[in-house]
């Protein structure tokens, strides 16, 4: 689901909360390192999130923050920020050139850059909450 967060909503608020749960706290935000990325920029996005980036010549940027039970990421598109909340069980990541992230039949790829490579810290512990969440859901007996 994309909202368009550029102006506070209460409503996106409460939805945000359903889907991915709340934001971590500062205690357990700082014994994690953070929570969040540096921005990175966007090289491709799929057919139907082009109406969420900039046009040929600018260049988009989003950035992720984690939450108890997804990610949100947050893309730039001139004045305008839309928020990309993304479940953990709908979650896809794949190392290619760069990274992409895939969910609800959408994708970003990001561009393999200066910035993307200070987020490999980011993204281990990305997939390390990937993870910790798809093994409550193990449901083979060993």
Known sequence: MILD???PNKEHKQIVTGLVGKPFTFFETFKRKGVGSK??????VSPNMQKYINRIDDLSYANIE?????I????????????????YYQLVLYKTNGASIHAQGKFVHFRNSKTFKEN??????LLDEKVKYDEQFN????
């Open 66 to 70: 984690m939450r108890t039970g997804g």
């Open 72 to 87: 949100l990421m947050y893309i730039n598109k001139g004045l305008k920020n839309y928020t990309w909340v993304i479940p």
């Open 39 to 44: 921005r990175m920029i966007v090289a491709e």
């Open 139 to 142: 449901f083979r007996d060993l």
């Open 120 to 125: 490999k810290p980011f993204f281990d512990k």
């Open 5 to 7: 967060s550029t102006h």
